[in-house]
Nanobody
């Protein structure tokens, strides 16, 4: 089993930056891909960014508009999401997720078996 713990959320003003962190523990050797999703209450969870445990290729959804960057420290099993030029519409609960797939599973939440508890990001 894999445990994911996010941190780094908070309240910021539009235009500011935040960096989210997610520490993976447990059976981390089973992880092939890690990503970030976000969810606004009442709406579906949507993908934001993803990468592989070995680093390299990254995936982003169009909503990030070049403002977000995902990175991974494979030695420490930590994945980061650097969010710049935050907008009001970026406000959401951000979730870290992990998939056992070593091929791109897409941003379907069903493709990710492990989830963190979420961290709130509020942009005003």
């Amino acid at each position: 089993h894999v445990q994911l713990v996010e941190s780094g959320g908070g309240s910021v003003q539009a235009g500011e930056s935040l960096r989210l962190s997610c520490v993976a523990s447990g059976a981390t050797q089973d992880i092939g891909c890690m990503g970030w999703f976000r969810q606004v209450p009442g709406l579906e969870r949507e993908g934001v960014a993803a990468t592989y445990t070995g680093g390299g290729t990254t995936h982003y959804t169009t909503e990030t508009d070049g403002r977000f960057a995902i990175s991974i420290d494979s030695a420490k099993n930590i994945v980061y999401l650097q969010m710049n030029s935050l907008k009001l519409e970026d406000s959401a609960i951000y979730y870290c997720a992990a998939s056992g797939s070593r091929f791109w599973p897409g941003f379907s939440p069903e493709a990710f078996a492990y989830w963190g508890q979420g961290t709130q990001v509020t942009v005003s």
